[in-house]
């Protein structure tokens, strides 16, 4: 077995953010469901991105939000995900390989555009999301060498990209590569609709080849078909491996092998925009579970990185959680 | 070993609560600090039953407010404890009886008065204390016969008892008696205070004498000097033997030798008053552990009772707790 170079290599949809602030007037003009997210198709993410005014780009989507999580902490971190050689691909290489996140995989050559995420922000702090998932799906078997995907301590995947078969093939063969090679793979459900559509996928996927699952709390139940989180985390419990289920302001459940911890949330003195905790505390748990943390620091690590980003808008980390975490004395 | 004719047999306060409407003026008055609860010596107590008008009179204490919730859930309840043969203790001996708890231990033959808690609650909905302790400490090894402390599956026992040391001593007399007879015995932390002045003998109780604990959040982290629920929860799991561990609105923890289940709290429509939850959850809990319920069913019907007695004034359920169980699908 050769030695990794990172301690996580993720997968996921690689997305642009594009922020800007607007009106309800606009919102109204063009037919936005207010406070949602919507998916849309490439002729209205061009009309949006023509349409706003003095926007922020950054390179966004969960999985790729976590790794720049690990980086953060000073962890070595990797991407696999896909854009397109367009302006907007070059800006989502760029941003990610700034925020230290090692990124180097070809881009798709189709006339499909690299996958946009249009964020209005009303003068109220509501967010309204238009998602255009553009090429991010096009990941293939040939972007997975094993050079790659076994790179890491940890390979990390999305459940979001269960919703297209090609990027679930590539997946697969990621996971088969990483195995091979001993790697720990860890698996977020992503989303409880998510969930709801792969279920049985998700299942197996748990029974034969995730050692690290990251739930939150509605996900978690609807994986179980339960209204009682309870249930669910007897089930997991019984699953007997890693995980880390997040809860809100009741905190977080970790766990593995005979191991619980119950953990509390750690204190927020204002929530802004809880966009993307879930992938700042799977960020914090990977960390820590890769440098050989004991578990209830691992589930600390996260609630601290999730914290940070409840407490202002977007969905990643705006100071070094490497010092957050040397202030809270878990580093 | 003889069969037993209750479910539970409880040690605790017997103490008289006086209930009355009252003004900020009368607190002022009566140099009573407004939402407190204070300790009072006989004459302040005799004052004090002499100038409320139109109160309500009812048996009350820790442990009979448990037993009380016992009987609503259809159990078989005893209360050992102490009053006077005075005009309160008779209150208190009809009144607990008539809620279906067995009551007939001797009544105390000195001067000192049965205990009374004067409740005094101002239109704002806040109450105030003045609680007089009385003869309630009196109770002695005479009244821990046999018959009487066998007579449940599980003996009951309040921390508070642990202030006066003739209670403690009968208290101690009465574990002897009980575990001889291979009876569960159960322990309430009562208060992180009382907490504070028994650490050690809690500690040794645990050790030696406890099989069933009851604390809140406070209590718990009381006992093992931390600010972190999840480290006092790793000691009561060391410890290993069952234990239910109340968090408020962050529902509870419940757990047995392997076992540990993560409970919501009951809904409740509006937080009146949230004395008596703690007293209520243990009820709950200790009813299906003697119907030999699994531990999450015992921890679900202590919520329930919990968020019972929260929706209203007063420490005692006013429904039958068995039906609300069974509407609930518990029993």
Same mark, same amino acid.
């Given at each position: 077995?050769?030695?990794?170079?990172?301690?996580?290599?993720?997968?996921?949809?690689?997305?642009?953010?594009?922020?800007?602030?607007?009106? *309800?007037?606009?919102?109204?003009e063009h037919g936005i #469901?207010?406070?949602?997210?919507?998916?849309?198709?490439?002729?209205?993410?061009?009309?949006?991105?023509?349409?706003?005014?003095?926007?922020?780009?950054?390179?966004?989507?969960?999985?790729?939000?976590?790794?720049?999580?690990?980086?953060?902490?000073?962890?070595?971190?990797?991407?696999?995900?896909?854009?397109? @050689?367009?302006?907007?691909?070059?800006?989502?290489?760029? @941003?990610?390989?700034?925020?230290?996140?090692?990124?180097?995989?070809?881009?798709?050559?189709?006339?499909? #555009?690299?996958?946009?995420?249009?964020?209005?922000?009303?003068?109220?702090?509501?967010?309204?999301?238009?998602?255009?998932?553009?090429?991010?799906?096009?990941?293939?078997? !040939?972007?997975?060498?094993?050079?790659?995907?076994?790179?890491?301590?940890?390979?990390?995947?999305?459940?979001?990209?269960?919703?297209?078969?090609?990027?679930? !093939?590539?997946?697969?063969?990621?996971?088969?590569? %990483?195995?091979? %090679?001993?790697?720990?793979? %860890?698996?977020?459900?992503?989303?409880?609709?998510?969930?709801?559509?792969?279920?049985?996928?998700?299942?197996?996927?748990?029974?034969?080849?995730? *050692?690290?699952?990251?739930?939150?709390?509605?996900?978690?139940?609807?994986?179980?078909?339960?209204?009682?989180?309870?249930?669910?985390?007897?089930?997991?419990?019984?699953?007997?491996?890693?995980?880390?289920?997040?809860? &809100?302001?009741?905190? &977080?459940?970790?766990?593995?092998?005979?191991?619980?911890?119950?953990?509390?949330?750690?204190?927020v003195s204002q929530v802004?925009?809880?966009?993307?905790?879930? *992938?700042?505390? #799977? %960020?914090?748990?990977?960390?820590?579970?890769?440098?050989?943390?004991?578990?209830?620091?691992?589930?600390?690590?996260?609630?601290? !990185?999730?914290?940070?980003?409840?407490?202002?808008?977007?969905?990643?980390?705006?100071?070094?959680?490497? &010092?957050?975490?040397?202030?809270?004395?878990?580093?």
């Amino acid at each position: 077995m050769r030695e990794e170079s990172f301690d996580v290599v993720g997968i996921g949809h690689a997305i642009v953010d594009v922020l800007a602030n607007t009106t *309800d007037a606009f919102l109204t003009e063009h037919g936005i #469901a207010k406070g949602s997210m919507t998916l849309v198709d490439a002729f209205r993410a061009e009309t949006l991105g023509r349409t706003m005014k003095s926007s922020i780009e950054a390179s966004g989507g969960s999985a790729a939000n976590t790794l720049v999580g690990i980086a953060s902490f000073g962890g070595r971190a990797a991407f696999i995900g896909k854009v397109n @050689d367009d302006r907007l691909g070059q800006v989502f290489a760029e @941003d990610i390989r700034k925020s230290g996140v090692h990124f180097d995989v070809k881009p798709f050559t189709g006339t499909t #555009a690299t996958a946009s995420c249009h964020i209005l922000v009303t003068p109220d702090g509501q967010r309204s999301m238009s998602t255009f998932l553009g090429c991010a799906p096009e990941i293939s078997a !040939a972007d997975m060498a094993v050079e790659n995907v076994s790179a890491g301590k940890i390979l990390y995947v999305e459940g979001y990209l269960w919703d297209t078969p090609g990027a679930k !093939a590539a997946i697969r063969s990621a996971i088969a590569v %990483a195995k091979a %090679a001993s790697r720990k793979i %860890a698996f977020t459900l992503s989303d409880p609709f998510c969930v709801g559509r792969w279920r049985d996928e998700f299942k197996a996927l748990l029974a034969h080849d995730v *050692d690290m699952l990251f739930a939150n709390e509605a996900e978690a139940k609807a994986l179980y078909e339960t209204e009682h989180f309870d249930r669910a985390f007897q089930e997991i419990r019984r699953w007997g491996k890693a995980a880390a289920i997040t809860r &809100s302001a009741h905190g &977080s459940v970790v766990l593995e092998a005979g191991r619980v911890h119950i953990l509390d949330a750690e204190p927020v003195s204002q929530v802004a925009d809880t966009t993307g905790a879930g *992938d700042q505390y #799977a %960020a914090g748990f990977m960390f820590g579970y890769a440098r050989g943390l004991s578990l209830d620091v691992c589930g600390r690590l996260g609630g601290l !990185a999730a914290a940070e980003v409840i407490g202002h808008m977007g969905p990643r980390p705006l100071v070094s959680l490497k &010092s957050l975490a040397a202030k809270a004395g878990l580093l």
